[in-house]
Structures are given as C-alpha cells and as structure tokens.
C-alpha cells in the first residue's frame, strides 16, 4: 500500500520524506487555506514546492465548479509538475472533466467520494485515483471501511485500473484497516503515521537490549 501525506505543510511534507516511506501527497483547499496560501500565483508556486520535496503524485484541486473552468484550471495545474495530479469533485462536471483528462493523458483523483456508486463513475470516467473519505462517514455513525471494501470489490469484480485512495484517514488503525482490506493508497495526517511507530514492547525491548549490552560492556571491560 503507497502511504500519501495529506497536508500542505512544507515541513510535515518534509518530516515524512524524511522517514523514506512517503510515495506521495494529497492537498484540498482547506488545507492550503490552513497553511495561509492564498492567490493564484502563491497556490501555484506552493505545489511546486511540494513537488520538489516528494517524488510522488502530488493531488492539486481545482476551486471551479464548472467544466469549463475545471478544465482550464486542471491543464494549468497539470502544466506545473509532471507529478502533480488534477483532484476534481464528485459532480457531474467534475466527472465529465476526468473523462477529459483521461483522454488527454492527465492523472486525475475523484475526491468527495462517499458511496460506491460514487467510486463506479470515477473509474468509468478514467480517473486514476477515487478518494473515498473514511473519517468524514465514520463521523455521522457510517462504517467508513465497509465503503472500501465494497469499493476494493467492485474494482476487483471488472479489473478498473482506478486506484482506492483511502481519505479522511483519522488514525493508525484506520491505515492497517485500509492495508487488511487492500485500498491502494493511505493518505493520512503525519500524526497517524508517526503513530504507525508506537508500540510499548519495542520502548521496553530497547532499553533491555541497550541495559544488557552496556552491563555485559562493563563485566567483561579487560582489566586496567
Ligand atoms: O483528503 C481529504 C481529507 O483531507 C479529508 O480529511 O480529516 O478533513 O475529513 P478530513
């Protein structure tokens, strides 16, 4: 499963990077907004930035609602960065939209995905990633992981080459849920995946390892 950080922040970016595990990043307007970019000049130059700190697809969303503004604003996006990949909303023109962009070669990633007939048209449409939200179902009492494995099946059922990209990841657990059941891709707050490190027996294994080895250190120390 390819881990995906999901933030705009250049330093969490680079936290991530860091740990040589991160295949790529997904970004929204609420998060950009988070991070204060603002302008059509500063947005664009920001994915930019992210571009050159991740060697991964790189999701950059589009602000129009309409298709002809998601094409014009997802060709200039796409001319950024030969990584970055258009993310359009589930609407009606925002699936004609990857149609257009599928048959032009541009990555798209389907976002706002809350049923599986939803993920259906994204993959007929060509897109190349369907961003169910895990987190946001999980949030009004709907099992957000059941959406991926009907999802998982319904792929699996017509081989579509549309990759799951689990959303609204909220915790660890729900990252292992996502591997168990086989989405393709996590994208998560670095908070769940520096958690993925955590377990007390390893604290515990380490400090015994390191104890015995510096007694053992000491006991056989040649003699002065
Ligand atoms: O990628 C979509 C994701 O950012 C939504 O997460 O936590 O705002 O539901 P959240």
Not at 80 to 106: C, Q, S
Not at 149 to 163: A, V
């Amino acid at each position: 499963m390819k881990f995906f950080i999901d933030t705009a922040s250049l330093a969490q970016i680079k936290e991530a990077q860091e740990l040589g595990i991160l295949d790529g990043v997904t970004t929204n307007p609420s998060l950009m907004a988070k991070e204060g970019i603002t302008g059509t000049d500063r947005v664009m130059k920001h994915y930019v930035d992210i571009c050159n700190i991740v060697d991964g697809d790189v999701s950059a969303e589009v602000i129009s609602t309409d298709y002809e503004g998601m094409v014009r604003e997802g060709e200039n996006l796409a001319a950024l960065h030969p990584n970055i990949t258009v993310k359009l909303p589930m609407t009606r023109d925002g699936i004609k939209a990857i149609k257009h962009f599928h048959g032009k070669g541009i990555k798209t990633n389907c976002t706002l995905v809350f049923s599986a007939g939803q993920a259906l048209l994204a993959a007929k449409a060509g897109a190349k990633y369907v961003s169910p939200f895990v987190g946001r179902l999980d949030d009004v009492s709907t099992d957000g992981l059941q959406l991926i494995e009907q999802i998982r099946g319904i792929y699996d059922n017509y081989q579509f080459e549309t990759q799951i990209l689990a959303a609204s990841i909220r915790h660890p657990m729900h990252i292992v849920q996502c591997a168990e059941i086989g989405a393709d891709v996590a994208t998560c707050p670095l908070s769940a995946i520096l958690a993925l490190f955590n377990h007390p027996l390893t604290d515990i294994g380490l400090e015994k390892f390191l104890a015995d080895h510096k007694k053992a250190a000491k006991q056989h120390a040649p003699a002065k």
